[in-house]
């Protein structure tokens, strides 16, 4: 793949070049929170005939960098996107879950909370019925059914986590109505998380490591999470805000939906989560973060990094290892460099960080490959993959002012081979879930 960066340059020479071979490319704007509210309200009168209780939103996510780190006890840095879903919902006085979505307004789904066991429930309404079950299952037996409905920005398919916007959406909803006061501070909504991330791993089966709730419930404007995941740490211990002010730097971060298969669900994943516990097995530690920092200490990192993958017997192994680890300390550098203001660094470290895993990870697909090299060729510091791979989206550091010309040339590129139209978005990193109305 090409591997071309202009770092801070114009691109107009490569724009210049550049002629247009597909239709304009789609940028996804935000909805406002008056106008999210509003659209979901009339959704829910329309649906049920009444007036919902309330109205909540939780944010989708991208993660700046840190990849399949979350269940190696790694380092991740996640944004909560300005792109949010809104559930509004009334509690019901029976164990009866009543579901509808923007996406099919005439589709009504109804589940029941009695007797429920983990993946009793099909489709998209596993996960909002899934965090209900599990908060009940965790004892909170004040949580009852309800009616609810959704409205989302945050584009399905994408790798930036409308399923957490979903459940953490409704999560924040059911914590208010039941009474619980989990929502309220940052160390209560660790209880919250919990729910959703089993209404994911256990209703809906979809495996997800915790990155993406902890953004949806614990990002502040203007910051990236650094989220610590090693278990020993309890709630505060594990996160830190770090300054992620991209206007402050003339910067813009551009997010390119590539609208290829983004699939989970197919053994992928969990035969790499499989092979990294098997990793840490052989290698005698609790998980891979424990070689990740006996690797940075050294006095040879090099040196030790080889002698951690000398003692794994198979090739493969030894490549998803050198990806987690070296991921790690990515992570550690970017904040550092974004920090110090140096835009240049932090973009190398997006790029290596995507080569990672191209090559030692192997979770990209041609899209994500060609998105990343036109984004590098027409300007970006940086380009990356982001999120779980096979699939989904890319971000790019670039030039404030820069984002619709370096997706559209993503746009034609995609048009020349025959893949599907991709979609974008400018993102800025927004505010937690949180109540509406």
Known sequence: MTDTTMNGANGSAADAAQSHAGDPVEFIEPLSSNEGVCRVQRLFADTYGEE?????SAPGRVNLIGEHTDYNAGLCLPIALPHRTFIAV?????????????????????NSLDGLAAGGVQGWSAYPVGVAWALREAGFAGVTGFDAAFVSCVPLGSGLSSSAAMTCSTAVALDDLAGLGYGSSDEGRVTLIKAAISAENNMAGASTGGLDQNASMR?????ALLLDCRPELNAVQSVSQQPFDLAAHGLELLVVDTRAPHQLNDGQYAERRSMCDRAAELLGVANLRVSAEAVEHAADPEQALADVLGKLPKEVMRRRVRHVITEIGRVREFVAAFGEGDITKAGALFNASHESLAKDYEVTVPELDVAVAVAREHGAYGARMTGGG???????????????????????????????????????????????R
């Not at 919902?52 to 909540?56: E, L, R, Y």
């Not at 009543?98 to 789904?109: C, E, F, G, K, M």
């Not at 990002?219 to 910051?223: E, I, Q």
């Open 52 to 56: 919902p209780s309330g109205v909540w």
């Open 90 to 110: 009334k509690p019901r006085h029976d164990d009866t879950v009543r579901l509808v979505s923007d996406v099919a307004p005439q589709s009504v789904s109804s």
């Open 390 to 436: 096979f699939g989904g989206s890319i971000i790019a550091l670039v030039d404030r002012g820069r984002s619709q010309t370096v997706a559209q040339a993503i746009a034609d590129e995609f048009a020349r081979r025959g893949f599907a139209s991709p979609r974008a978005l400018a993102a800025v990193a927004a505010s937690s879930a949180s109540r509406e």
């Open 219 to 223: 990002c502040t404007p203007g910051h």
